[in-house]
């Protein structure tokens, strides 16, 4: 599975983005996927899950409220909406696959097998 992050770019204050993750091959429609950030000088951080089916969601507290993720299986593609964009959402997004199958959404970096070449979001007037 390969994995593709698009959709970063500048953005004022206050405006939207939307992220897309593209992958290649079958078996990603059963996979959940995890987007990260990294800003510089600090660590790469969850950001939000999708299970493999979409029914399950889950958000770090710094972007609930603000962002959506889902999925459309049909295009191989997870697609993150970041809304109401602060500065400190600046970073590299990521968004990686977990093969695994789980009964619940994991937040661990190491749990994601599959990671995307990441796409810059710069949040600055």
């Known amino acids: 599975v390969q994995l593709q992050a698009s959709g970063g770019g500048l953005v004022q204050p206050g405006g939207s983005l939307r992220l897309s993750c593209a992958a290649s091959g079958r078996t990603f429609v059963y996979y959940a996927v995890g987007w990260f950030r990294q800003a510089p000088g600090k660590e790469r951080e969850f950001v939000a899950g999708i299970t493999w089916n979409g029914g399950n969601t889950h958000y770090a507290d710094s972007v609930k409220g603000r962002s959506t993720i889902s999925r459309d299986n049909a295009k191989n593609t997870v697609y993150l909406q970041m809304n109401s964009l602060k500065p400190e959402d600046t970073a590299v997004y990521y968004c990686?696959?977990?093969?695994?199958?789980?009964?619940?959404?994991?937040?661990?970096?190491?749990?994601?097998?599959?990671w995307g070449q990441g796409t810059l979001v710069t949040v600055s007037s």
């Open positions: 990686a696959a977990d093969r695994r199958p789980r009964r619940y959404l994991t937040t661990l970096i190491q749990d994601y097998n599959y």
